[in-house]
Structures are given as C-alpha cells and as structure tokens.
C-alpha cells in the first residue's frame, strides 16, 4: 500500500486575493484527501523593522502599523476559517510574528507538513516585490513539497466541493 503524497497541508494566508484562492483550493485538497489543514498568516515584523531603520517609518508608526496587520491576520484568518468550515474541512490557524518565509518554514515544521500551499503571484505585482522574494525563499528552503495555485476556477470548484 502506497502512503499518501500528503497528509498535512499548510496554505499562506496573506489576504490577497492569490492567497485566498490558495486557501480555498487548500480546503478543497484537505476535503477530497482527508488532509489535516493550516493556515498561517505572518506579521511581516522583519519588514517592519527595515523601514524603520531606514527611517521610512517612526517608531510610533511602526507600531500602529505592526497592530493593523495583526487585526488583518485575524480577519483573513476568521475568513479562511469560514471557508473551510462551508465545506466540512477542520482548519487549523497560525498567526506568526517575523520573516515571512522564516515564519512559514517554522509552521511547516511544527505541523510535519508534507505539501505548503502558495497563492500565484498577483497581475498587478512585480516580480521583484516581498511577497514573492517570500515564495522563493520557501521554494528554495522548504524540506516538503510547495504548490503554488494559479487556478483560475477555483471559485467554481470550491463551490462543487
């Protein structure tokens, strides 16, 4: 009997709509395969600490803005929850603090991932911006497998799942 490619999946919330598209295909693998899911959304606090020594942000500011992305996390988190709920699906959620990447590997780990799920990069978005700096260094770094969606029905399938 050949063991299962994947049993525990992790899927990137960051509340951007490749994100989300992730995590509903997440949801629906975790339905048809019977997989134990995560969603982990990171407070990106190493970008935050960039911009505020290189004085691009006050301390202050700072923080404020390191509270608004935790309230998004909550939120995006919340919804992700929703989403899986709809369908059946037991969902586990993360809120980090950190790098990104760094972040996401930790929860990989702690959770013995076998498959990290990735939203497709935007079509308004350079190549060159955080978040995918962030997906290759969970590509190049992860000790399981990574998807990266760029279904474009996804929609529909979550809702015939």
């Known amino acids: ?44 606090t190493a970008t935050i600490r960039q911009l505020t020594l290189s004085k691009i942000f006050i301390q202050e500011e700072s923080l404020d803005y390191e509270k608004s992305l935790e309230a998004n996390g909550e939120r995006y988190l919340s919804f992700v929850e929703e989403l899986a709920r709809a369908k059946g699906v037991k969902i586990e959620r993360e809120m980090r603090r950190g790098a990104v990447y760094t972040e996401i590997l930790g929860v990989a780990d702690e959770k013995k991932a076998d498959l990290i799920v990735l939203g497709g990069w935007e079509k308004d978005r350079s190549a060159r911006d955080i978040i995918s700096h962030a997906h290759r260094e969970i590509m190049v770094n992860a000790k399981c497998s990574v998807f990266l969606v760029k279904e474009p029905s996804i929609d529909q399938i979550y809702k015939q799942a």
């Open 1 to 44: 009997m050949i063991k299962p490619l994947f049993s525990n999946i992790v899927v990137a919330v960051s509340g951007s709509d490749a994100s989300i598209l992730a995590a509903k295909y997440a949801i629906v693998m975790a339905k048809l395969y019977r997989c134990r899911l995560s969603a982990a959304y990171v407070v990106d």
